[in-house]
C-alpha cells in the first residue's frame, strides 16, 4: 500500500475510533466539587459550617415548623397551652393532633424532625467526619488540627442526635460515619445504646474542644459537658450528670441568671 493511502487509512481509524467516544457525553454539573477539594482545613472548616447551618433548620424544613431545635411544636402544643380553637382546618398537623396526643404516621411535623435529624444534620456531620479521616491519612492536616475538627463534627453528630431522641426515644437508627447504608440501620436498640451513642460523641468532643472559642457559635469543651449533662438527666441519671455540671460551674466561666423566667 502506497504511504499516502496507508496514511489516510490511519486518520480515518483515528477519527472514527474519536466520533465513537461518549465521553462528552459525561459533564460534571458546574458548583459540584469532588470530595477531595475539601481535604484541607478550610475545605472542612467549609464543611462544618454546612453543618452548624443545619442547627437552625433549612430552607427544607423552616426553623419555626415541625424541625424546629425548640421544640415548641413538640413542648408548647403537646401541653395544651396553645389550644387557639380554631377551625379544624387551621394547622390540623399540629393544633388538633399534636395538642390531642392523636398523632399519625401521615403528621408532617414528626417527619420535618426525623428528615432534619438524620437526612440533612448527622448526615452532613458523618460526611464531614469521613473528609476529615481522609485529610489527616493524606498528611494534608496534622492530628491536632483533625481532632478538634472532628470534635466539633461529633459535637453537631450528638446534637442532632440527642433532639431525635427527644421527639423519638430510643426507637431512632444509631448512624455513624462509618455506616455505609442508613436505610438498613434499625431503629430498634438495646436499653441505653442511644444515650451511649450520644455520651461517646460528647466525651470526644470535650476532651479536645478548647475552653473558649473565638468565634461565637462553635461549642466549647464545657458546651459538651452541659449537653451529655442534659442527655444524662433525660435519663434521670443524676450522679453522671453531677460532675459534668460542677466542672462546668467551678470553671468560673459561667453564672446563673439574675431571674430565673430571663432564661427564656
Same mark, same amino acid.
Given at each position: ?39 484541607? $482545613?478550610?475545605?472542612?472548616? %467549609?464543611?462544618?459550617? #454546612? ?31 396553645? !389550644?387557639? #380553637? ?6 390540623? *398537623?399540629?393544633?388538633?393532633?399534636? $395538642? ?7 403528621? #408532617?411535623?414528626? %417527619?420535618?424532625?426525623?428528615?432534619? %435529624?438524620? #437526612? @440533612?444534620? /448527622? ?9 476529615? /479521616? ?23 453528630? %450528638? ?16 448512624? /455513624? ?17 442511644? @444515650? ?12 479536645? +474542644?478548647? $475552653? ?9 469543651? !464545657? ?12 435519663? +434521670? ?9 460542677? $466542672?462546668?460551674?467551678?470553671? *468560673? ?12
Amino acid at each position: 500500500m502506497h504511504l499516502k493511502h496507508l496514511f489516510l487509512v490511519i486518520v480515518g481509524v483515528v477519527a472514527f475510533s474519536t466520533s465513537c467516544n461518549e465521553d462528552f457525553l459525561e459533564k460534571h454539573p458546574p458548583g459540584i466539587y469532588s470530595e477531595n477539594y475539601f481535604y484541607n $482545613e478550610k475545605g472542612i472548616d %467549609a464543611l462544618l459550617t #454546612g453543618t452548624y447551618a443545619m442547627v437552625s433548620g433549612s430552607s427544607l424544613y423552616e426553623v419555626t415548623w415541625g424541625a424546629s431545635i425548640q421544640n415548641w411544636t413538640y413542648g408548647s402544643v403537646a401541653s395544651d397551652d396553645a !389550644y387557639k #380553637g380554631a377551625e379544624a382546618s387551621d394547622s390540623p *398537623g399540629f393544633v388538633n393532633r399534636i $395538642e390531642r396526643w392523636n398523632v399519625t404516621p401521615y403528621n #408532617g411535623y414528626p %417527619a420535618d424532625k426525623w428528615k432534619w %435529624a438524620f #437526612g @440533612l444534620g /448527622t448526615d452532613r456531620a458523618n460526611k464531614t467526619l469521613n473528609v476529615i /479521616t481522609e485529610a489527616l491519612e493524606e498528611g494534608e492536616i496534622s492530628k491536632s488540627s483533625a481532632d478538634e475538627f472532628k470534635a466539633e463534627a461529633m459535637f453537631l453528630r %450528638a446534637l442532632f442526635t440527642f433532639e431525635a431522641w427527644l421527639v423519638f426515644g430510643d426507637y431512632i437508627p444509631i448512624i /455513624t460515619e462509618n455506616t455505609k447504608d442508613p436505610a438498613e440501620v434499625s431503629n430498634v436498640n438495646p436499653d441505653g445504646a442511644v @444515650l451511649n451513642h450520644i455520651i461517646r460523641d460528647l466525651e470526644f468532643a470535650w476532651n479536645h +474542644l478548647p $475552653e473558649n472559642q473565638s468565634q461565637p457559635g462553635r461549642p466549647t469543651k !464545657y458546651a459538651a459537658m452541659a449537653l451529655a449533662a442534659r442527655a444524662y438527666l433525660q435519663e +434521670l441519671k443524676y450522679a453522671e450528670a453531677k460532675p459534668l455540671l460542677e $466542672e462546668i460551674i467551678k470553671s *468560673g466561666n459561667y453564672e446563673l441568671m439574675p431571674n430565673f423566667f430571663d432564661n427564656f
